[in-house]
C-alpha cells in the first residue's frame, strides 16, 4: 500500500494554531482517509501528515434506501438516484439500499486532502481571499502518493508539489517522496516533527547547565522556530537590583528567553549568525530592563509610603471609592480577623503599588513590586512577604500565602473585593466574572479550609457570603446536600461550615447519624410548633417522668458546638429519643 | 533608512504620500490607511507617519517612551501571495543581511477600538528586537474589508537602533553631524510638560463636543472624508485629556465608544460612496 504525505504551507502560525491544529488532524485525516495518520508535525510553516500505508481504495459504502415494505412506491426512484437498475438493489435489515463500491483512493484525494483544510477550525481565524479561513494564510500544499503528485482541489492556495526549507537560507525544496519528505526538510534547515524540536530545545538548554521556565514559554517556543538555536547570553549585573520577578517577566513574557541563574540567560533563536544574533538579543534585554530601572528608579525615589499616599486619586472601582479607601477597610477587616501588627501594616500598604509606575508595565506582578518597595523602606521581611502574597492562592493549584500575616491580609483582600462587587449589584454571570470573584471565592475557602485562617461568615454581606459558601461543593468535593445542611447551621466561621459538611458526609453511613438525625428530626419537629407555646424557662418541679428529667441532665452536661464534631449530639440522642417515646409533650403542664 | 525604504516601495508601486496634516497616533487612523482600506479599489501606498502619544511622553528622560516619534507604513490591497517576501525584500533593502540574523514574525493580533478595528498578525522580531508590525485588517470602522490588505509598520527609531547598534534613541545619528536627541530631545520635555501639565481641560472638554458636532454635521451633508478629520480631532483630543488625567476610568470607555460611533458612521459613509462609485464604473 502506497504512502501518503500531506503539507499545508502557512505563513507563521501561533503556536496556539498548531496546537489546535496537532489535536484535530488525526481525526480528521481518519475521517477523510479512512485510517489515521502515522505522524502528524505542525509547527510555525507547515502543517503535515504522513501516512504509512494508505489503503489502495477507499472502502465500499453501503446506502440505506426505502423500506423494503415501500419497495413498489420508492425503488426506482432511489435506484435513478445512485445510477443502478432496480434489481441491483440489495435488502438489509428490511432495507433496500446499493453498496457504492470503493474507488481508487488517488481519484478521491484531491477532494479528501481539500476536506481535511476546510475542516481545521482554529480559536482565532482570518479571511484573505479563499472562501475558507484558517488561523494565518495558507500560502502552499504539497501532497505525494509515494512519488506521485496529487492536485488538491483547494481553490485559493496552489498545490506546487515540492516544499519550502528554512524561510531565508532555503527556498523550494523537492521531496522525492512520501517517504523522503523529513529528509528533504532536514537538509533544508527545517525540523518538521513538534516533538524533535523540543528535544533539541531542551537539550540545548541542559548544556548549558541549570535552566527555568517559570512562565511556561516551551510550549510556545517550540512552534516559533523551525531550526532551533540555542544561545547563551548574560545582561548587566547592575540590573540586578530590580525585582527579580520584572527579570524574569521582561525576559520570559516579552522576549521568550530562559532565565539560567544569576545575570545569564538562554535564547532560542531560528538560525543566524551566534555571535549577531546573541549581541542583538542581549542589546535587546538591556533596553528593556534599562527602561524598567528607569521606571523603577523613580517609583523609588518616591518610597513606598509615599506612593500610598498617592491612592486617593486613584479609583479602585467606579461607585466604590479610591484605592486609598479600599486601604482603609483592607486595615479594618485586618483588624476584625485578628491579623497582627505586622498584618495591619502590610493592609495600609498593600495597594500602594497602585501608584507605581513600575506596575502600570508590569501589571502582573502588583504585589511583587510593592513588596519590594517595601523592603527597599525598611519594613520587617513579614510585612513584605504578607504584602507580596496578598493576591494567593491566585489559582486552584497556586500554594497559600506562608506566614499568618500574609494568609490574614489575603483574605481580608478578597473579603472586600467579594462584598464591594457585589454591593455593587455585579454578580458574576456563567460565563462573565470580570472582576475574579470565583477565584477570590475559592481562594477565601481555601484560606479557611486549608490555611486554618478563622474567617467569620459575618464578616460577607448575605449574597457575598452565599456565592464564597456554594464553592465549598466544589472544593470540598462533598455532596451538595451536605454542604447546604452545613451553611443553614450555625457555624459562625467558614471553616467551621467546611467541617461540618465533611462531617456530616463522612458519618453519614455510620450509627451516630442516624441516631442524631431521628432525634433532631423529632425535636425539630415540635420546635415548630412549641415555640409559642412552651413556658420560658425550664421547671424541673414540672418534670413527670425519668425520661425528662435524664434528658434535662443530659442538655446540662452537653456543649454542643457547631464545629462539625457529631459525637456530643450523638451522646443526646439516646435521651431525646426516650424523651419522646416516654412523654407526652404536649400534655397541658 | 527612510530614502530606501521610499525607493522601494515605489519602486513596488506604492503611492508615496506624505504625513497626515492633523495629529494621529498611529499611522494606522491616516485616511490613506484607514479609508482606503475599505471598499472594492485596490489600493498601494507608502508613507512616513509620525505617531502622537501624548501619555507616552517621559519629558525626554526615557530613551525609550516617547509622545512624538515615527512609523513608517505601508498598506498593500489586497494583499498578494508573496507580500511577506516582498516585505523581508525591503530589510534586505536596509541591508540587513536575512541569512545571518534571525528573523522572526512572533503572533500579534492587533485591535483599535477607538476605530472599531481588528486583523491578525505578528510582530516582526530580527535578533529579539520588534522592527514591524504586521496586520491583515479584517475590519475597520467595525465593516469586514472586502479586499483584505497587508498593512506593514515599521518602527523607524527601533529599525536606526538595531542598524546602528545604538542602546538609546537619543544617540541615534540622525544626519551626518546630529543626533535623534539633538533634534527632538526637547521636543519631547515641552511637550510632555504641555500634555500632562499645561493642557487646558475646560478648553479641551468643549473642543471635543465642537469636532463631535461638526462631525455630524459634516455626514448630513455626506461628506466622509471632511467628517473622518474630525473623528481624528476628537480622538487626539480624548488622549489629551487622557494625559492630563482628566477622565475617569469609567468615563474613558465612553469617550472610547463615542469616538468609536463617529469612526462607524464615517466608514459606512466612505464605502456607501466607494461602492456606489466603483458601480457606475
Known sequence: ?589 | MISALQAYWADYGCVIAQPYHTEVAAGTMNPATFLRSLGPKPWKVAYVEPSIRPTDGRYGENPYRFQHYFQYQVVVKPAPEDILDVYFNSLDALGIDLTAHDVRLVEDDWEQPTLGAWGLGWEVWCDGMEITQWTYFQQLGGIEVELVPAEITYGLERLAMFLQRKDSAFDLEWAPGYTWGDVYRENERQWSTYNYEVAPVDVLLQRFEGHEHECGLLLERRLPLPAYDQVLKCSHTFNLLDARGAISVTERAAYIGRVRTLARRVAELYVELESAEAAVA
Open chain 1, 1 to 589: 500500500m502506497p504512502s501518503l504525505l500531506f503539507e499545508i504551507g502557512c505563513e507563521e502560525l501561533p503556536a496556539s494554531a498548531c496546537r489546535e491544529a496537532e489535536a484535530q488532524l488525526p481525526a480528521l485525516a481518519e475521517r477523510q482517509l479512512g485510517v489515521a495518520p502515522t505522524r502528524v508535525f505542525v509547527g510555525p510553516r507547515r502543517l503535515a501528515i504522513l501516512v504509512d500505508e494508505l489503503p489502495d481504495r477507499t472502502a465500499d459504502e453501503w446506502v440505506r434506501g426505502p423500506p423494503v415494505a415501500l419497495r413498489e412506491r420508492a425503488a426506482e426512484g432511489f435506484a435513478r438516484r445512485y445510477e443502478v437498475s432496480v434489481d441491483r438493489l440489495e435488502e438489509r435489515d428490511s432495507f433496500l439500499g446499493v453498496t457504492i463500491p470503493g474507488q481508487p483512493v488517488e481519484e478521491v484525494l484531491p477532494e479528501r486532502l481539500a476536506e481535511i483544510v476546510r475542516g481545521l477550525a482554529f480559536g482565532k481565524s482570518m479571511v484573505w481571499g479563499p472562501d475558507f479561513r484558517f488561523s494565518r494564510p495558507a500560502r502552499w500544499l504539497c501532497a505525494k502518493l509515494d512519488d506521485d503528485d496529487v492536485p488538491v482541489l483547494l481553490i485559493g492556495v496552489r498545490t506546487v508539489g515540492f516544499s519550502y526549507g528554512h524561510r531565508f537560507t532555503f527556498g523550494p525544496v523537492e521531496v522525492p517522496s512520501a517517504a523522503g519528505y523529513l529528509g528533504a526538510l532536514r537538509a533544508a534547515d527545517v525540523e518538521p516533527d513538534q516533538h524533535e524540536r523540543r528535544r533539541l530545545i531542551v537539550e540545548g538548554l541542559d548544556a548549558l547547565g541549570e535552566w527555568r521556565d517559570p512562565l511556561g514559554k516551551l510550549d510556545e517556543v517550540v512552534h516559533l522556530v523551525e531550526s532551533p538555536v540555542v544561545l547563551e547570553s548574560a545582561f548587566d549585573e547592575r540590573f540586578l537590583r530590580l525585582p527579580e520577578r520584572v527579570i524574569v517577566t521582561a525576559m520570559q513574557s516579552h522576549q521568550r528567553y530562559f532565565p539560567l541563574g544569576g545575570t545569564r540567560f538562554a535564547v532560542v533563536a531560528n538560525g543566524g549568525d551566534p555571535e549577531l544574533v546573541r549581541e542583538g538579543n542581549t542589546r535587546v534585554l538591556a533596553g528593556r530592563l534599562d527602561d524598567a530601572a528607569f521606571t523603577f528608579d523613580r517609583d523609588v525615589a518616591v518610597g513606598i509610603d509615599g506612593l500610598a499616599e498617592r491612592l486617593g486619586s486613584i479609583t479602585f472601582l467606579a461607585g466604590a471609592g479610591s484605592f486609598a479607601d479600599k486601604a482603609d477597610r483592607l486595615v479594618e477587616l485586618v483588624r476584625r480577623l485578628g491579623g497582627d501588627e505586622h498584618a495591619l501594616t502590610a493592609a495600609r500598604l498593600a495597594k500602594a503599588d497602585q501608584a507605581a509606575e513600575l506596575v502600570r508595565e508590569f501589571a502582573d506582578l502588583e504585589g511583587h513590586i510593592g513588596a519590594n518597595y517595601a523592603q527597599l523602606a525598611g519594613y520587617p521581611d513579614d510585612v513584605c512577604r504578607a504584602i507580596d502574597e496578598q493576591y494567593l492562592p491566585d489559582a486552584a493549584d497556586a500554594p497559600l500565602p506562608s506566614s499568618g500575616a500574609a494568609r490574614v491580609l489575603a483574605a481580608a483582600d478578597k473579603i472586600d473585593t467579594l462584598a464591594t462587587v457585589f454591593g455593587l449589584g455585579k454578580r458574576p454571570t456563567g460565563s462573565r466574572d470580570p472582576y475574579g470573584l470565583r477565584r477570590a471565592a475559592i481562594g477565601l475557602c481555601r484560606l479557611a479550609v486549608e490555611g486554618g485562617l478563622r474567617i467569620e461568615r459575618s464578616l460577607l454581606p448575605d449574597e457575598a457570603r452565599g456565592f464564597v459558601e456554594e464553592r465549598l461543593e466544589g472544593l470540598l468535593d462533598v455532596p451538595v446536600e451536605f454542604v447546604r445542611a452545613a451553611r443553614a447551621s450555625a457555624a459562625p466561621d467558614l471553616g467551621g461550615v467546611a467541617r461540618l459538611a465533611q462531617t456530616l458526609h463522612g458519618a453519614e453511613q455510620t450509627p451516630e447519624f442516624g441516631a442524631v438525625y431521628t432525634a433532631y428530626e423529632r425535636a425539630h419537629r415540635l420546635a415548630g410548633r412549641a415555640e409559642q407555646e412552651a413556658a420560658a424557662a425550664l421547671d424541673p418541679a414540672l418534670f413527670e417522668d425519668q425520661a425528662e428529667r435524664e434528658l434535662a441532665d443530659a442538655l446540662a452536661r452537653t456543649v454542643v458546638e457547631p464545629n462539625g464534631d457529631l459525637s456530643a449530639a450523638a451522646a443526646l440522642a439516646p435521651h431525646v429519643d426516650r424523651f419522646f417515646d416516654k412523654v407526652l409533650v404536649m400534655a397541658p403542664d
